[in-house]
């Protein structure tokens, strides 16, 4: 069935960097667009990349552009955010799915548990 593990988190200082990669199985990677989403304390989850299904389009919330870069490696189905410059608002917990509608696993919603990332000013 349908697995999502994120992994790569940490806390950092501000200005810091961090790799996130995001390890599927369960379904064909390939055959997907992928997107990271991010949650604040307190905050609605929200898209900050995504990335085409051969990695050749990538998308990035305003908040991130030039600071963060998303890729994918069909051949191991793993996806990647790169995070530089990292500031404090970029605090939260980060999860990969597909773009728009979440995977499913019998019939609901499935979000993996997600990696915290921590950056301190």
């Known amino acids: 069935q349908v697995q999502l593990v994120e992994s790569g988190g940490g806390s950092v200082h501000a200005g810091g960097s961090l790799t996130l990669s995001c390890a599927a199985s369960?379904?064909?990677?390939?055959?997907?667009?992928m997107s990271w989403y991010r949650q604040a304390p307190g905050k609605e989850r929200e898209v900050v990349a995504t990335?085409?299904?051969?990695?050749?389009?990538?998308s990035y919330a305003d908040s991130v552009k030039g600071r963060f870069a998303i890729s994918r490696d069909n051949a191991k189905s793993t996806m990647y955010l790169q995070m530089n410059s990292l500031k404090p608002e970029d605090t939260g917990v980060y999860y990969c799915?597909?773009?728009?509608?979440?995977?499913?696993?019998?019939?609901?919603?499935?979000w993996g548990q997600g990696t915290q990332v921590t950056v301190s000013s």
């Open positions: 799915n597909a773009p728009g509608h979440p995977l499913q696993i019998a019939g609901k919603p499935y």
């Open positions: 990335v085409a299904t051969t990695g050749d389009r990538t």
């Open positions: 369960g379904f064909t990677f390939s055959y997907y667009a």
